[in-house]
């Protein structure tokens, strides 16, 4: 019984959509639906488990664990992790395998609710007793007595426990201590609670076999209006959407808000079962599990829609129109009229025209006068007024006007009728006149304003001036375009074409902007055009119903589409069959049945869609091998911390993208960073990566609709594969440490070719030049010394024959055998050093040891000599240092000898470390200032000689202290 005072009655379909199990639901009778966190739908039924995507279900039985396959209720906890309420216990399911809860008795056995207050804790009924399920082990919790009869249990929006007990009353829970908080009186003492609701509003209702309860001011008692109880009858479930509340009951569904009440059956696309469960999921759709016909989908309508269910005989409606008298008309395609009353509801007119009634209707168009003309396919034009009935229009004149696709009664208050015979004017009186013009069928005739009407054929645009004269508008880009629909507004003429999609003209610039599929269109095939302003356009097309949002500019901000997922059963609509009406509503015909859309409360379809990745996959396999990632997720088996071979560089991804709202709606929009430089937009869910080079990279997936929602999750997948050990730092490093040692030791071995080829050249011109001196010392040693030797002789024969007396001639021949000794001498040394055999730096110490002490030698001056040269080292100086060097030490004897007046002369030399020479030579003489520049030669000489040998020389001296000399000589032995 239903004691209600605004019943709704029904008159129009509504936005369900039903899945059994020909669309894969594993059983029919469905008992609970509920939603994870990752936006998948579980179904509980009496004959196994389902999860959907919302269009693929899967499957899951007591053959995959579960408990057993009757199930009672569902639950999605903080984990995630599903819960199963069944006849025989309950079963967790993780993603990867069902766990069966225990209790004390082996398993908690009927349970029939489930509800998780706090993180951890699942409450449970089991048999009628309340119990706490923890660690997967139920334990018993005793609200009032052991014998209680606890009959559903409920966790509260704001996390409050509240259960109840039967003809006890309701008992709330907190800090594990429960109390009373309403108790039943009279006859709702036996009455027993399936569902216990609070609303928005903070109202606790109760869902009964007997109706629905509510808790007001304390009591229990049944909800009403004023004084009248609703549904008092077998209410299974409650939820609320938008401020409304929904019941599930034994006859399908009611929908309570404000002061109505809707009832849905199979009448308006419910059942007449049983609706055990109604679940609003995350889109704010609703789904309601009923017995014996499977799941149902609710969407809130964007629009109603007619069909033969609602009294249209012929579901194809060809025309409607609106009289000034607020009468809304619609024709069918089998020749039936409809007038649809102030309530909406579709009432059939019964016209008495037998060729009307046998006919096809074209098209309908009211006036300002409450006239609606009919225009049939082949057949009379017809005028229909609700006062003087209907009539033939034209039929008499020459003409015998046959069929029309267009109307439009001008500033004239003429009828221009436009068909496939060509253009007509009809006047008041009933004359025709036909405007001549090349042949066409026309479709569209819309009025500017006062002076221009725009008329759409075969062949493009023409235009009629208030005289009726035509002209041919030059619209560029629209040429051999054929032009279904026109509209006007303000300045602008919009142009629903066959091929093209719409256009848009500026009529005062003469520019045109075109609309189609590329920018968002369903089709480019366009039947009928609401313009509610040139920011808000509606286009009935060939595949739904479509809704531009565009700028001033007229460029495209937003398009939505309407088809199937939204209600609309006719997505394919028809020509010029379309309303603006008088309350701003929109009416479209449809090939099946009629669209009604309240455009002010066209609810904003950004719903937001989630992503998954479902699967990563390499070469096409399963990655199953552990070594290659830390770990693999629990639900779908993701590696996690992925680290591939370079050889393992082939990967796919699937996706999947839950938008229950409409699944086809969806794109999937990614980018791999490390190689995608732009983000891909893709209907398809496979992706698939061949070939990556070595790298880190991170898959960036979100979710899209067409209506440009994007996800409210993002999927961030990261891996890496490795480079080949030959693009590893160590190996490149290692092949740069080769190359530069190979180019090192090519080098080395180069500069050491050259630098042998140099010391066996120096080696060849030392042994030539050994050779070239010990020639020039044998040379001159045998000429010099033979003709100095002679001279000498002749020196001696001479004196003999001067007279004592002649002092002056023996003193010549004295001196000239003085200078003949001396230079016998000197040359005795040169040649003893051009001699190769005397480069022994220990044969020349000992040589200026002699030459030292040869030339001191019977002079005041005492002289001594020491060195550390080892004679068997047999050091060798470099090629005419030996010479050099005995020069410097017979300069140096001599200027000591001139000079210095000494009485000592030290000379001392030291070898170091068989590479360098130290040479100290000293004396006590009268010293001079070394910084003082001399005139002499001695001391230039001297340093000379010591740089062409490579030395440095350093000389200490001042007056009447001596002077000491250090000669230091490095890089002089041959080696």
Known sequence: MLL????????????????????????????????????????????????????????????????????????????GQIWIATKKGISVFDGKKFRQVTASNGTPGNTSYLCEPFRDSVYAISNLKLGVVRDYRFRKICISDTSEKVTTVYSSPQKDLMAYVFSKGLFSCKNSEWKLVSAPEGELMEVGVRNIFITSKGDTLLATGR??????????????????????????????????????????????????????????????????????????????????????????????????????????????????????YAADYGGNLYRINAGNKIEPLQINNSELNEGKIN??????????????????????????????????????????????KDQNNNLIVGNAQGLFIISEPGKVRRIEMPPATFNAIIR?????????????????????????????????????????????IWMGSTEHGVFRWDIKSNTVKQYNVSRGLPSDFIYSMIVRSNNDVWLGTGFGICNMILNNEGEIVEVKNYSRADGLIGME??????????????????????????????????????????????????????????????????????????AQNHLTFELTGIFLSNPENILYKYKLEGIDKEYTISNNPVINYPALPPGKYSLVVYAITKAGAQSSNVIRYEFEIEKAFYQKAWFLFLMFLSVAGTIILIVILYLRKKQNEKIFREKVREEEFTKL??????????????????????????????????????????????????????????????????????????????????????????????????????IKL?????????????????????????????????????????????????????????????????????????????????????????????????I
Not at 48 to 55: M, Q, V
Not at 812 to 827: C, F, H, M, R
């Open 4 to 79: 209600f005072p605004t019943l709704t009655g029904i008159c129009q379909k509504y936005n369900f959509v039903n899945f059994t199990v020909e669309d894969g639901l594993i059983q029919s009778q469905a008992m609970h639906i509920v939603q994870d966190k990752s936006r998948y739908l579980w179904i509980g039924t009496e004959g196994g488990l389902c999860k959907f995507d919302g269009k693929t279900f899967v499957k899951y039985s007591s053959q995959d664990g579960l408990a057993s396959n009757f199930i009672n209720k569902l639950l999605c906890d903080e984990r």
């Open 211 to 328: 109706g629905i309860l509510q808790v007001k001011l304390g009591k229990i008692e049944y909800l009403s209006v004023g004084e009248e109880i609703i549904l008092k009858q077998n209410v299974f479930c409650i939820e609320e959407l938008n401020g409304a509340l929904w019941f599930g009951t034994d006859k399908g569904a009611y929908k309570k808000e404000g002061g109505n009440l809707i009832h849905f059956n199979s009448k308006n696309g419910l059942t007449d079962n049983n609706v055990h469960s109604i679940f609003k999921d995350k889109e704010s759709n609703l789904w309601f599990a009923s017995d014996a016909d499977g799941i149902f989908k609710f969407k809130e309508n964007n629009f109603s829609f007619y069909d033969k269910s609602f009294g249209l005989v012929n579901p194809t409606i060809m025309g409607v129109s609106q009289t000034t008298d607020g009468n809304i």
């Open 363 to 408: 098209t309908i168009y009211a006036d300002d006068k409450n006239n609606l003309y009919i225009g049939s396919l082949g057949k009379k034009i017809y005028c229909y007024n609700i006062k003087t009935g209907i009539k033939a229009v034209g039929d008499d004149s020459e003409y015998k006007l046959r069929g029309s696709n267009c109307f439009l």
């Open 448 to 492: 500017a304003d006062e002076n221009t009407i725009y008329i759409a054929n075969t062949n493009g645009i023409i235009s009629l001036d208030k005289n009726y004269k035509v002209s041919y508008p030059s619209i560029k880009g629209i040429e051999n375009n054929e032009i279904l629909c026109l509209k006007y507004k303000e300045g602008i």
């Open 573 to 646: 609509c028809n020509h010029t069959s379309e309303l603006l009406a008088n309350d701003s509503t929109l009416w479209f015909g449809t090939t099946r049945g009629l669209a009604h859309f309240k455009p002010s409360k066209v609810r904003n379809e950004l719903n937001e869609p989630y992503v998954i990745l479902k699967s990563v996959k390499l070469f096409s396999a399963a990655i199953t091998d552990s070594s290659l990632c830390k770990g693999f997720s629990t639900w779908y088996n993701i590696p996690q911390g992925l680290v591939l071979g370079s």
């Open 773 to 874: 001196r010990q020639r020039t010392a044998e040379d001159f040693h045998d000429e010099m010394g033979n003709k100095l030797t002679r001279i000498s002789v002749l020196t001696d024969i001479l004196r003999t024959k001067v007279s004592p007396t002649e002092k002056d001639a023996l003193n010549i021949v004295n001196q000239i055998k003085e200078n003949t000794t001396a230079l016998y001498n000197g040359s005795r040394d040169i040649i003893w050093s051009l001699n190769s055999r005397n480069d022994n730096f220990y044969e020349i110490t000992e040589h200026v040891k002699s030459l030292g002490h040869e030339i001191f030698s019977e002079t005041n001056t005492s002289f001594k000599f020491d060195h550390n040269i080892n004679g068997a080292d047999n």
């Open 878 to 974: 470099k090629l005419d240092y030996s010479r050099n060097l005995i020069m410097i030490f017979k300069e140096v004897y001599n200027n000591i000898l001139k000079h210095s007046q000494a009485h000592l002369v030290n000379a001392r030399v030291e070898l170091v470390n068989n590479k360098e020479a130290i040479i100290m030579i000293s004396d006590n003489g009268s010293g001079f200032d070394a910084g003082v520049e001399h005139k002499g030669n001695g001391l230039k000489n001297i340093q000379n000689r010591i740089k062409r040998i490579n030395g440095t020389f350093t000389i200490n001296s001042s007056a009447n202290k001596g002077t000491e000399i250090l000669i230091s000589l490095k890089d002089i032995f041959h």
